[in-house]
């Protein structure tokens, strides 16, 4: 019995408050980690794409033969754009851990975290854009992007994530003038 | 800020400090500060009150309408 009531007390505060921040913190970081490590990679993909003479450049060649695609071009053009793309990501989870921090401070509510989840919300919708854009231009390349079979040419998930920032936002930003107002009564 | 605090008038017309104000009103010095230099955004009854019944005065005696003064926002 003792050891459920200490279970219990540990899950209310893993879960509690700060439980879940520090566990957002580290998911972050996490994030952040293997961001960087799917950069690194994906930079070092990129060289290879450069060095015909490689012997993973050949088996390359020999897939994308066998794919029906006619040449590296459109492989290095989707690789160039997956660099963007972990940088952006970087820039969201960073963006993301400030928000964090400032909650940690207990002092959430301002301005300026409004305006980073509205700038996440645009880089988010921007990236979703571009990547349509990629994906229908690199149609019928054997590294095409693969989306959901949802008879859609895009994911639902994605558009209900960016339209929730865009309300984050100004629920924020409300926030931030409440608590401005609060601040300024006697 | 078009409502004008007029604490500084009534202290000096009770001759009492803000300091002895803050004390007698429970109120924090710094907060007192915010109103008697106009930067306050809102004073709630209870505060109003509290000052009115210290100092012996009406809610008029401390605050004023000028329509001239810019509002700073």
């Known amino acids: 019995m003792a050891t459920l009531r200490r279970f219990g007390r540990g899950l209310r505060e893993a879960t509690g408050d700060t439980g879940t921040l520090q566990f957002t913190r580290i998911a972050l970081w996490g994030a952040i980690g293997l961001n960087a490590l799917a950069g690194v990679a994906t930079l070092w993909f990129l060289w290879v794409t450069y060095q015909p003479d490689s012997q993973i450049s050949r088996i390359l060649s020999s897939k994308l033969r066998a794919s029906g695609a006619t040449s590296h071009d459109s492989l290095r053009a989707m690789t160039a754009f997956q660099v963007g793309v972990v940088v952006i990501v970087a820039y969201v989870l960073y963006t993301l851990l400030a928000i964090v921090d400032s909650v940690d401070e207990g002092d959430p509510f301002v301005q300026s975290n409004a305006a980073r989840l509205r700038r996440i919300a645009w880089t988010i919708m921007g990236l979703e854009i571009v990547r349509w854009v990629v994906a229908a231009i690199l149609r019928g390349s054997a590294v095409a992007l693969e989306r959901p079979n949802l008879g859609l040419p895009f994911s639902t998930a994605e558009i209900v994530a960016v339209l929730m920032l865009f309300v984050l936002a100004r629920v924020f930003e409300h926030g931030a003038q409440m608590r401005d107002d609060l601040a300024g009564t006697v | ?73």
Do not use: H, W
């Open chain 2, 1 to 73: 800020m078009p409502i004008v605090v007029k604490l500084d008038d009534m202290l000096y017309a009770r001759r009492m400090t803000l300091t002895e104000l803050a004390d007698r009103v429970g109120m924090t010095l710094a907060n007192l500060s915010i109103l008697k230099t106009g930067k306050a955004r809102a004073v709630r009854f209870s505060t109003l009150e509290a000052i009115c019944q210290v100092l012996r005065c009406q809610p008029g005696d401390l605050l004023q309408y000028e329509p001239s003064t810019r509002a700073r926002r």
